[in-house]
C-alpha cells in the first residue's frame, strides 16, 4: 500500500507508523508536498515539512517521487530554527489517511 501525496486534498492528513516512530503528516500544498509534520522527535510540535521519497531503480540515478509506501522509508525537509534539515525515517510500517471534509453539513 502507498499514499502519493500529489493526489490529495489540502488538510488531509497521513499517520505514518515506522519501525521507530509515529508522525503525522498534514498536507498544506498537495502539488509541491509540503505540510506540517509532528510526532517522532518533534513530539507535538508541528513543522513546516516538504515530502521527498528518494528512489533508486537498477543502479539509475535516483529518481524522486512524493509518495509513502510500506517496507520504504520516507525522505522529509524539515524547517528547523530558519534551517532546513532532511528527516529520514526508518522502514514504514503502516500508513493511513484521514480525509479532511471538503463538504460542510448543516443540521436543522
Not at 33 to 36: P, W
Not at 69 to 73: L, N, P, T
Not at 78 to 89: G, I
Given at each position: 500500500m502507498w499514499i502519493t501525496v500529489k493526489d490529495l486534498k489540502q488538510m488531509d492528513e497521513i499517520s505514518i507508523r515506522t519501525q521507530n516512530?509515529?508522525?503525522r503528516f498534514r498536507v498544506?500544498?498537495?502539488l509541491k508536498?509540503?505540510?506540517?509534520i509532528s510526532g517522532g522527535l518533534f513530539g507535538e510540535v508541528e513543522h513546516e515539512a516538504s515530502l521527498c521519497y528518494e528512489v533508486a531503480i537498477d543502479g539509475e540515478k535516483p529518481q524522486f517521487f512524493a509518495r509513502l509506501?510500506?517496507?520504504?522509508?520516507a525522505y522529509f525537509?524539515?524547517?528547523?530554527?530558519?534551517?532546513?534539515?532532511?528527516?529520514?525515517?526508518?522502514a514504514i510500517r503502516d500508513v493511513s489517511l484521514a480525509r479532511f471534509p471538503t463538504e460542510a453539513t448543516t443540521q436543522c
Open positions: 516512530s509515529e508522525y498544506t500544498d498537495p508536498c509540503k505540510g506540517v509506501e510500506i517496507g520504504r522509508c525537509y524539515v524547517y528547523l530554527r530558519d534551517s532546513l534539515r532532511r528527516l529520514n525515517t526508518s
